[in-house]
């Protein structure tokens, strides 16, 4: 099994461009999250799935969506990317709040 | 809202010195408490994990932690450190039948010198 896959592993950014964050999982997880990563801030919330279709806010959502069409994807998307999120993301996946998270490798974003 | 204090931004010590992380938890209720660590430049992995039962609980690579219910905390400690245990150490909790959210601490440093 592959796990949590996310793609792509870098990518420099010019203020204001968008893009897609993508991240796929194998293991039937109904719960999917992506955290950002900053030095000293520890992993912080952006949002949240529990389910195909149900997607929920976490602490920093500003400037990010999401969906969850299927239950295997959950893409993150930047709609006008700034400075402020230059950071590393990590989607993670779990069976529910009694499970532990399995992380993607994640992805480093450099904001110009 | 639930929030996480790990006490210690920066742990450095010498091999076969022991190891003790805090955490500290805000929410009263019934929780979840993990502890992940991040090898340099890789993911997160799971340590260990408290959900019910022997508040003692061990992981893997010989860490343990503690749940003392009546002062919020699950900290982590290793009797004898390893060189190979230089990582960065994240505590986060979740309340269960709630919202799913998990909510990380800040992350301890853990330097351990040959």
């Known amino acids: 099994n592959a796990g949590v896959t996310q793609t792509p592993k870098f990518q420099v950014l010019k203020t204001g461009q968008s893009m897609t964050l993508q991240c796929a999982q194998d293991?039937?997880?109904?719960?999917m999250s992506w955290y950002r990563q900053d030095p000293g801030m520890g992993l912080r919330l952006i949002h949240y799935?529990?389910?195909?279709?149900?997607?929920d806010q976490g602490e920093v959502p500003n400037g990010y969506n999401v969906s969850r069409s299927t239950t295997e994807d959950f893409p993150l998307r930047l709609l006008s990317a700034a400075p402020s999120q230059t950071s590393v993301y990590f989607c993670?996946?779990?069976?529910?709040?009694?499970?532990?998270?399995?992380f993607g490798n994640g992805t480093r974003l450099t904001v110009t | 809202a639930q929030s996480v204090s790990q006490h210690n931004h920066h742990v450095i010590l010498s091999e076969a010195a022991s190891l003790e992380l805090g955490c500290n938890y805000s929410?009263?209720?019934?929780?979840?408490l993990f502890w992940y660590v991040q090898y340099p430049g890789q993911h997160l992995q799971l340590l260990l994990k408290y959900f019910s039962g022997d508040p003692l609980v061990k992981g893997i690579k010989g860490f343990e932690a503690e749940f003392i219910k009546s002062k919020f905390s699950f900290n982590l400690r290793k009797p004898s450190v390893q060189w190979s245990d230089t990582a960065e150490y994240f505590c986060?909790?979740?309340?269960?039948?709630?919202?799913?959210?998990?909510?990380f601490g800040k992350g301890t440093k853990l330097t351990v010198n040959p």
């Open positions: 799935s529990v389910g195909a279709g149900i997607t």
């Open positions: 993670a996946s779990s069976t529910g709040s009694h499970s532990p998270l399995h």
């Open positions: 293991m039937n997880h109904e719960y």
């Open positions: 929410y009263g209720g019934t929780v979840n």
């Open positions: 986060a909790v979740n309340a269960p039948g709630g919202s799913e959210k998990l909510v």
